[in-house]
């Protein structure tokens, strides 16, 4: 015979569960939050606590949840109704980026901001020279986003970093020179480099020759002579440069373009090394 009454019971939790299910669903998945019809404060911290992004589905936000939140997840300021200050204060302190969901920021919000995330910067407003200077100790590349680039400013974010110079607006010759030489490679972001900057990004870094485009023959037998496996980023034939290479080390041989493997030049290369044998086209 079957009991009508169990059934009726476990239907009755299905559609109705009670206080201590809901407490338990929430723990396990915080986002089962938003099902709940009639939530307490208890069961909301649960939720998230569980899971911060369960605050989208509170219905009465108090300051103590919505601080829970932020400290595990500062960008949730986006789903905070009326957030305080100190709400805002701890959600950028957490996530510098949430700055965005902010509307009217004052200096203090805009500085812990800046200070958590550089690149914060670029919702700031109103910057002041504390709040640039913050935000690119933070980050160098956040120069980018710094109205009023002074001098002294971005040569501190390059000494921080030398691929900040492609964020400067303006660079003169001493910023580039001070970022070609923290950093050789960054000369691809230098339009129309000096042959003076090509020189010495070429000298600390061989490989930096990648990138200058229009690189004479003396330049290439500078990056060849300390390099020769640079020869595989040469893009026209050149003989002088091909027998540099091998005379310099015979089995740069491998590093040649196909296209460059000319009968002179494999013939070289085999008198100097047979075990260039291998590399012939």
């Not at 091909?242 to 002179?264: D, E, G, M, V």
Request: net charge positive; with cysteine.
């Amino acid at each position: 015979m079957i009991d009508k009454s169990g059934i009726e019971m476990e239907l009755r939790a299905l559609y109705y569960p009670s206080d201590e299910s809901n407490f338990e669903a929430v723990r396990e998945n915080g986002l089962y939050l938003q099902y709940i019809e009639k939530q307490t404060e208890v069961l909301c911290l649960a939720a998230v606590r569980q899971n911060p992004r369960a605050i989208k589905f509170v219905k009465k936000q108090t300051p103590e949840i919505c601080l829970l939140a932020v400290k595990q997840n500062g960008d949730l300021l986006q789903y905070i109704r009326d957030p305080s200050e100190e709400i805002i204060l701890q959600a950028v302190k957490n996530e510098g980026l949430a700055l965005k969901h902010v509307l009217f920021p004052n200096a203090e919000i805009c500085l812990t901001a800046v200070r958590q995330n550089g690149f914060a910067l670029q919702y700031v407003k109103n910057q002041s020279l504390e709040i640039c200077e913050a935000a690119v100790r933070a980050h160098p590349l956040a120069i980018k986003y710094v109205k009023q680039q002074t001098n002294e400013l971005c040569v501190k974010a390059i000494k921080k970093n030398g691929l900040a110079i492609q964020n400067i607006k303006a660079p003169n010759e001493v910023m580039k020179m001070i970022a070609v030489e923290l950093n050789p490679m960054v000369i691809q972001f230098v339009e129309q480099p000096s042959k003076a900057l090509c020189s010495l990004a070429v000298q600390i870094r061989p490989y930096a020759i990648q990138y200058l485009k229009h690189a004479d023959e003396a330049l290439w037998l500078e990056a060849i002579m300390h390099k020769p496996n640079v020869i595989q980023f040469l893009d026209y034939y050149s003989e002088i440069l091909l027998q540099a290479a091998l005379q310099t080390n015979p089995l740069s041989f491998k590093y040649i373009p196909h296209r460059f493997k000319t009968q002179s030049i494999c013939t070289l290369a085999l008198q100097l090394d047979e075990k260039n044998k291998r590399y012939l086209p």
